[in-house]
């Protein structure tokens, strides 16, 4: 059984309740972060050092940083078709959930935190228009990449890439505040994704 630490709301925390979902992996949740039981605790500091979520507890193994519950659940469960075992094919897989966790995650917290939100201390003006230049960047990136005629980021079949591209590209539909070009393929793409029920449940279920 996974026990899954962090609340339903967390961006980090719904990338694995969907590939959960995707795989039909049984799971129990409980609420910690902002709004719930604080990960500065003593409890949850000895599980994650970092006082961040999601925390994943199963097979004896505290896991903790997203993209790495997503692989090893997907290596743990024989998901190949999501997480290819050829080194040809995972590659692609893995530049796509790198570039999230390093370009995006720092072009988000100006566009979406500091200017949407307005939570110190990424509200700071020059990180703002930053972020929000970054996350244009790299919007306009994905939809020349898309543009190529591929439904999905690695090409035809949906992969463990499309779930934190999946919650980026929610992000960018709902953020606001600043002018953003028209991306006919990611939307497109934010449509396809939106035929899987998994997707709908924890990417686009009205949260940012
Ligand atoms: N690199 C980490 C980032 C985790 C992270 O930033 N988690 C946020 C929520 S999305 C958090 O713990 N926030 C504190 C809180 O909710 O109290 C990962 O991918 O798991």
């Given at each position: 059984m996974i026990r899954l630490l962090g609340r339903?709301?967390?961006?980090?925390?719904r990338k694995v309740l969907w590939l959960c979902d995707e795989l039909g992996l049984p799971f129990t949740r409980e609420d910690w972060g902002r709004g719930f039981t604080p990960t500065t605790t003593p409890e949850f500091l000895r599980l994650n050092p970092a006082a961040q979520i999601p925390v994943v507890l199963t097979d004896g193994l505290v896991l903790r940083e997203s993209h790495a519950i997503l692989r090893y659940l997907c290596?743990?469960?024989?998901?190949?078709?999501?997480?290819?075992?050829?080194p040809a094919k995972r590659v692609f897989v893995e530049q796509w959930m790198d570039w999230v966790a390093?370009?995006?995650?720092?072009?988000m917290r100006g566009a979406f935190l500091g200017g949407q939100l307005k939570e110190p201390p990424w509200n700071n003006p020059w990180f703002v228009d930053q972020g929000r230049r970054d996350f244009?960047?790299?919007i306009g990136l994905l939809e020349r990449e898309?543009?190529?005629?591929?439904?999905?980021?690695?090409?035809d079949a949906f992969t463990l890439a499309d779930i934190p591209l999946g919650l980026v590209v929610n992000?960018?539909?709902a953020v606001q505040g600043f002018d953003k070009p028209?991306?006919?393929?990611?939307?497109a793409y934010f449509e396809r994704l939106s035929e899987r029920p998994a997707f709908l449940a924890h990417g686009r279920n009205g949260l940012p």
């Open positions: 339903r709301s967390s961006f980090n925390v290596l743990r469960h024989g998901a190949e078709a999501l997480y290819p075992s050829d390093y370009d995006l995650t720092h072009a244009t960047h790299c898309l543009a190529s005629g591929k439904p999905y980021a690695c090409g992000r960018w539909f028209d991306t006919p393929h990611v939307s």
